[in-house]
C-alpha cells in the first residue's frame, strides 16, 4: 500500500468523534411527518428554510434568468466558457449591493474588492492561506462554529487559540479575555496573525456590540501586523435591536476606512487592510447548496492572491448570472430582507417560549438561525461528561439532535445550540412538546435530574460504544 | 537537432525568496567556523588532537540540527537546483513587469506575496492580454484573437438547443419529484456531489471513453471543475517538499494546482521530438534516481493522457510500463484524463482504468481526473471528478471537497443533460467530427506555411514546430517570437517555455475557441509573422 500523506491519514481536521453520533441517528431515523412521526428531529443543522417561498415565485417570475436568457435572447454561449476567476462583473455588483442594503446602507463595498468562493468554507480556508504561515495562529472568541477546527487548520496548518467567553458577560470578548488569549500563544511559541470573529456570532445568535469590535480593532492597531476577519455570513439574520453592526461601520466611525488609492492621503497608522469580512448567500438567502462565498478585503495583495486561489472553488456561472439576476432586482431584495427577518424573529420566539415552558432559559439572541439554550440545570453534575450524557439522552430518548457546546468549544458545560429555521412550525411544536415533557420526567421522577443520571446512564453508554464500533466515519454538515 | 535550455536567469532567481534554513544554515556555517576553530583550540589543549577536533563538531552538528528542527515546516519553493527546477518561471529578459505586487505593506503570508505576483508565464500574461483587447468579429475586428485557451466552442450551440428545450424540468426537480421545489438545490448537499450527477458521469464518462470500462459512483468525489481535483489529490497523495515526476511539455496550469498551496514540486521528464513528445520510460527512471540522489521523495507520476500541450494519446504498452514502473518504486499514478471525448485521429484512446481492468494491478495506486470542462465545453460550470480505487484517498477527498463543491442547480442540470444518452451520442459524434475537421484543416494550412505540427489524435490544438522561425534558437528567440505574434499579428499563442519543453520553438495553438471559417483569417495573420520572420532572417 502506497503511503498517503499525513494531511489524508491524520484525524487533525477536528472531527470530534462523539458529535457525529447525533447526526448519524438522525439520519438512520429521520424524522418525518408522515411517514416517521416518531424519528429525530433535525435541530443541529443551522439552515434557513424560512422564504423558500420567496425564491420560488421569484424564479417563476424570471424565468430568463433560470434560462441562461438576457433581454430574452439566450447568453448560454457566453456563461457555458465563463470561467474567469475574477467572476462575473454584475454578479459581484449584485452582492456588494446587497451586502450594503443589509447594513443599512451604512456602509458600501467596492465590487472590485470582493473574491467569489465557492461558500464561506472556501473563503475562510483561503483567507487563512493568505494571512498565516502553517504554525501560525489565529484567536477565536468561545463558542464558535465547530467547522472551523477544520475549515481554518487542517491544510492550512494554522492553529486556533480560544478567547475564553464565558455566561457572566453573556459571552462577549473583553479585553482581559483577549489579552490572556495572546498571552497562551505566547506560550505556546505560536506567532498570532490575527483574531477572527463571527458576527452575528455562531452558536450564540447575538450580535457584537461596539464595544467589542472597537476593542478588536484597538487590539490589532496594537499589534501591528495582525489582521482581523469578520465572518458576517448571518448579518441578514438579524431580528431584532440592537441592530447589526459591521466591523466596517465601526472603521468608517474611527475615520479608519481606506480614503483613496493613493498611498500618501491614506491614514499612517492604517489598520483598513487588515480588516477582512467573509459573506456567503448560504444564511441570508437560505441557498447553502448553491455554493456562493465571498471574501470582502480592501488589502490589494490579499485580493489579488485570493482571487488567483479562488481558482479551486469558483461559482458556477449558471449560479452566478441567476443570483446576479435575483439581487439585482432591488424590489426583491427588500422585500426578501424585510420578510426573512420577520420570520426569523416570529420562529425564534416561538422556540423560546417553548423552551420557557420546559423550564429551559437560553441567551437573549437577536440574530441567527439557533438559539444557545441553558441547560446547565439539567446536568448530573458540572462537567462535560454529564453534558454528553445529557446530549445522548435528548439524542435517543427525547429524539432530537442538537448541539453540544462542547462541540463548539465552550468552557462552560451545559449550554447546547438548538437550530428553528430549518423545519415547519409544527415539527418544532412537536419537538418542544417532547423536550417539555423530557424535563418533566427528569425533574419530577424522585427529584433531581442528578439522580437520574445512574441507572440509565450505564446502559446507554453501552448501547452508545456499540454503535460507535459500526460507525463508517461519515462527514456531515454541521453548519 | 535539440538544445537543453539555458539555467533560468539568476536574475529571476534572486526575485524567489530563499528558504529560511537554506539561507540562514549558510550564513551559519561561517558563523559557525567562527566558533568552531578557537574551541578546537581549546579542546586540543585539554583532551588532545582527537577529541579536540570531535567535540567542537559534534556540538556544532547538535546545534545545527535543533535550529533545523525549529524552523516552521513550510518552506518557500525548494532553492533553485540547476535546469531541471521547473518552479522557476523560464522567461528571460521579459519585458519590465510591475514589482510593486512584492512589497506589501503589511504582512501577508509568503504564499499570498507570491501568487499575488503579477504572473510572469507567458502562457497567463497572454490570456491576460487578449482579455484587454479580446477580438470581435463586429466590435474589435483588431483586436488580439484566443489561441491559447483550450475552450471548445465548436459545439455550444448544441447544447444551448438542449439546455433550451429542457431546462424548465432539469433546473430545480429531479425525475422522481412530482412538483418543481426549491427544496432541490437550495439545502445543502452532499458536498462530494449529488448521487444522480455521480451515476450521470459514471455512464458519461463510459460513453466517452467508448465503453470498454465501467465507472463505480461510489469511486467519484465531484469537485468543482479538474483544477480543485488535482490539487485535492496532491494533497492527499504527498506531503509539503515531496515531488511528482511530470512529463514535458505539460500543462502550464499544474504549477499552480499542484506547488501552490499542497506544497508538491514538479520534476520533469523531458520528451523530445524525434519521440513525438512521447514519454520514455528510461527518461522516467532517470528522473527518478536524480531526484532520490537529491534526497527529493517522489510520491508520483503525473500525466494527461490525451496530452496537453501535444494532443498524443498514451497507448497501451506506454501505460503498462508507467503501471510497472509505479509499481516497482510504490508510487502513485494521477491520470488526467480530461480531454478523453475529444479525439479524432486514428489513434484509439485507452483510459488507464481500461488496463487497470486487464492486469492484475495493485489500482490503489491509480487516480483518475476528469471533467467536463473540455469534453462538454462546459467549463464555467465547473464540473470535475475525482476517480480512484483507493478507500483512503477516496475518504479524505470526500472531506477535502467541501472547500470546492459544485452548485446544486448546476448539478441537477448536468445530471439530467448527461442522462439524456441520445442527445449525448449525438453530441460526441459531432464533436469528434468538428473537431477533426477544424484540426484538418488547421494543420494543412500550417504546413502551406511551412509550419509542420507533432502528430495528435486528440485535444483542441496542435503543437506547431515553428523552430525555423526563431532567432536565435533558444528560449530567448522564441519569447521574441512570441512577442511578434502578439503585437505585430495580433494572436495569442501558448510558448513552448510555459509548458516547459526542452525544445525552443514549439507553440501550443488552440483552434476550437475560432470557427470553421474564421481559420482564413488567422492563417493570414500567422502568415503575416512568417513572411516577416523570413524576410528579417
Known sequence: ?479 | MTQTRKPSDPKHRTREPKTPSSSSSSSFSTSGMKLIVPLQGVVQGRGGLFLGTLIPCALFYFLQLYLKRRRSGFNNPPSPSSTSSPTLPRTSSRSNLSTRGSISRVRVSKLATLVAKPDDSLYYLGLEKVSQDPYDASENPNGIIQLGLSDNKLCLDLIGKWVSRNLEGSLMGSSDDVTLSINGIAPYQPHDGLGELKMALSDFMQQVMGESVKFDPSNMILTSGATPAIEILSFCLADHGNAFLVPTPYYPGFVRDVRWRPGVDLIPVHCRSTDNFNLNITALEQAYSQARKRGVKVRGILISNPSNPVGNILTPDVLFSLLDFAEEKNIHIIADEVFAGSTYGSDKFVSIAEILDSEYVDKSRVHIVYGLSKDLSLAGFRVGVIYSFNHTVLAAAKKLSRFSSISAPTQRLVASMLSDKRFIQEYLETNRYRIQQVHDKFVDCLSKLGIKCAKSSAGMFCWADMSGLIRPYSEKGELELWEKFMSVSKINITPGSACHCIEPGWFRICFTSISFEDIPLVIERIRRVVESCKSSS
Open chain 1, 1 to 479: 500500500m502506497k503511503l498517503l500523506s499525513t494531511k489524508a491519514t491524520c484525524n487533525s481536521h477536528g472531527q470530534d468523534s462523539s458529535y457525529f453520533l447525533g447526526w448519524e441517528e438522525y439520519e438512520k431515523n429521520p424524522y418525518d411527518e408522515v411517514h416517521n412521526p416518531k424519528g429525530i428531529i433535525q435541530m443541529g443543522l443551522a439552515e434557513n428554510q424560512l422564504c423558500f417561498d420567496l425564491l420560488e415565485s421569484w424564479l417563476e417570475k424570471n424565468p430568463d434568468a433560470a434560462g441562461f436568457k438576457r433581454d430574452g435572447k439566450s447568453i448560454f454561449r457566453e456563461l457555458a466558457l465563463f470561467q474567469d476567476y475574477h467572476g462575473m462583473p454584475a454578479f459581484k455588483k449584485a452582492i456588494v449591493d446587497f451586502m450594503a442594503e443589509i447594513r443599512g446602507n451604512k456602509v458600501t463595498f467596492d465590487p472590485n474588492h470582493i473574491v467569489l468562493t465557492a461558500g464561506s468554507t472556501s473563503a475562510n480556508e483561503t483567507l487563512m492561506f493568505c494571512l498565516a504561515e502553517q504554525g501560525d495562529a489565529f484567536l477565536l472568541p468561545t463558542p464558535y462554529y465547530p467547522g472551523f477546527d477544520r475549515d481554518l487548520k487542517w491544510r492550512t496548518g494554522v492553529e486556533i487559540v480560544p478567547i475564553q467567553c464565558n455566561s457572566s458577560n453573556n459571552f462577549q470578548v473583553t479585553e482581559a479575555a483577549l489579552q490572556q488569549a495572546y498571552e497562551e500563544a505566547q506560550k505556546r511559541n505560536l506567532k498570532v496573525k490575527g483574531v477572527l470573529v463571527t458576527n452575528p456570532s455562531n452558536p450564540l445568535g447575538t450580535t457584537m456590540s461596539r464595544g467589542e469590535l472597537n476593542l478588536l480593532v484597538d487590539f490589532i492597531k496594537e499589534h501591528g501586523d495582525m489582521h482581523l476577519i469578520s465572518d458576517e455570513i448571518y448579518s441578514g439574520t438579524v431580528f431584532s435591536s440592537p441592530g447589526f453592526v459591521s466591523v466596517m461601520e465601526v472603521l468608517k466611525e474611527r475615520n479608519e476606512l481606506k480614503v483613496s488609492s493613493n498611498e500618501d492621503d491614506n491614514n499612517a497608522d492604517r489598520v483598513w487592510d487588515r480588516v477582512h469580512v467573509v459573506y456567503s448567500l448560504s444564511k441570508d438567502l437560505g441557498l447553502p447548496g448553491f455554493r456562493v462565498g465571498a471574501i470582502y478585503s480592501e488589502n490589494d495583495d490579499v485580493v489579488s492572491a485570493a482571487t488567483k486561489m479562488s481558482s479551486f472553488g469558483l461559482v458556477s456561472s449558471q449560479t452566478q448570472y441567476l443570483l446576479s439576476a435575483m439581487l439585482g432586482d432591488k424590489k426583491f431584495t427588500k422585500l426578501y430582507i424585510t420578510e426573512n427577518e420577520k420570520r426569523l424573529k416570529r420562529r425564534q420566539r416561538m422556540l423560546v417560549s417553548g423552551l420557557q415552558k420546559a423550564g429551559i432559559g437560553c441567551l437573549e439572541s437577536n440574530a441567527g438561525l439557533f438559539c444557545w439554550v441553558d441547560m446547565r440545570h439539567l446536568l448530573s453534575s458540572n462537567t462535560f461528561e454529564a453534558e454528553m450524557d445529557l446530549w445522548k439522552k435528548i439524542v435517543y430518548q427525547v429524539g432530537l439532535n442538537i448541539s453540544p457546546g462542547s462541540s463548539c468549544h465552550c468552557t462552560e458545560p451545559g449550554w447546547f445550540r438548538v437550530c428553528f429555521a430549518n423545519m415547519s412550525e409544527q415539527t418544532l411544536n412537536l419537538a418542544m412538546k417532547r423536550l417539555t415533557a423530557f424535563v418533566v420526567e427528569c425533574t419530577g421522577n424522585g427529584g433531581s435530574a442528578k439522580r437520574n443520571g445512574g441507572l440509565k446512564m450505564k446502559s446507554l453508554t453501552k448501547w452508545v460504544f456499540r454503535l460507535s464500533s459500526r460507525r463508517d466515519g461519515r462527514e456531515q454538515e454541521e453548519r
